[in-house]
């Protein structure tokens, strides 16, 4: 994408003093509101041996289970939020570090310009989302920010947690680099966002305490195919900023992180029932959907006969 030039949001942080890197750990406190379901290996970098992608598979059900995990829907706040005991929160400028967090910042800035476009065609006024990078360990409003998590959207503040080593592993474990597969991640927290403002999250979470551990995992892919479909909605909006290639790099991110594709990699099967984000080709459909309308009305999975 050539963002190159544009301005960058100001509504960025950044945490420090997290600490080292360590093992994996389950996050405590809060419910997350969304994310992308690659839990990331918390030491080392390289290609995944089957071990590893089994790890990965086992937290990830693990945190999807017990509700602390990535994608869930819940808008309680839990403990650990607010900055790390002894770490320091700088925003804005001070908060950018580098080219990657540059280009992060510009394209948040970019959803924010477009998004406030969008609802202001209805008449509304659209609330941007703050982004918080830290390093290896954070804290939320949700509770615990950890670098094995991935990124992920807190409801209960309104913030995307973001570890920027997660673009090398996107990259080098997934197969899936490039900005465009980098811009993906962040509107795709984004459309989380969009859903916590408009009611859509609330209305889910109340559906979900009724429903019995299938259904609710159905509304939860339907969540993840909506804010997949949201982000495509924005990339419309940026059609000057794309560059061939910009389509395919999307779709094979969107094809790394199925849940089919994850589970087949773990253990060689798939269990359709556990899914909480979506098939490969459900997350490829509803991202293309989105970048081929620009129309946010597109996006209603939960009307969808067919995901």
């Given amino acids: 994408m050539r963002l190159g030039g544009r301005r960058s949001s100001s509504n960025i942080e950044r945490q420090t003093g ?49 509700g602390g995990g990535l994608g ?48 202001a065609e209805s008449g509304q006024r659209y609330q941007p989302a703050t982004l918080v990078f830290y390093d290896n360990r954070g804290s939320s ?46 509107a795709h927290e984004v459309g989380h966002h969009i859903q916590t403002i408009t009611g859509i999250s609330n209305r889910v979470r109340s559906q979900q305490q009724r429903a019995s551990a299938a259904e609710g995992n159905q509304l939860q892919v ?6 997949d479909c949201y982000a495509g909605v924005w990339a419309n909006r940026e059609r000057d900023a794309m560059e061939p290639g910009d389509m395919e790099e999307g779709m094979r991110a969107a094809n790394a992180i199925g849940d089919d594709t994850l589970q087949r990699a773990a253990q060689g099967y798939v269990v359709p029932e556990s899914f909480t984000h979506g098939t490969s080709e459900q997350r490829q459909r509803w991202l293309r959907r989105g970048i081929e309308s620009g129309n ?8 969808a006969r067919r995901l």
């Fill in 141 to 186: 409003g949700c509770g615990a920010a950890d670098s094995a998590m991935g990124p992920f959207y807190c409801p209960a503040d309104q913030k995307i947690y973001l570890d920027t080593d997660f673009f090398t592993q996107l990259r080098t474990d997934l197969g899936a680099g490039g900005d465009f597969a980098q811009a993906y991640v962040i």
């Fill in 296 to 303: 946010p009305d597109v996006c209603d999975t939960f009307s």
């Fill in 18 to 66: 997290g600490g080292r890197r360590g093992g994996f750990r389950m996050p405590g406190g809060g419910r997350r509101g969304g994310g992308l379901p690659i839990p990331i290996p918390a030491s080392g970098r390289g290609q995944m041996g089957c071990g590893t992608i089994v790890i990965m598979i086992i937290i990830f059900l693990a945190m999807s289970y017990f």
């Fill in 222 to 227: 339907r969540m993840e195919l909506q804010a």
């Fill in 72 to 119: 869930n829907l819940g808008l309680s706040g839990g403990g650990g939020g607010g900055p790390m005991s002894g770490g320091e929160v700088t925003r804005g400028e001070q908060a950018i570090q580098d080219e990657t967090d540059r280009f992060v910042a510009q394209v948040l800035g970019s959803t924010e310009d477009r998004w406030t476009e969008i609802f």
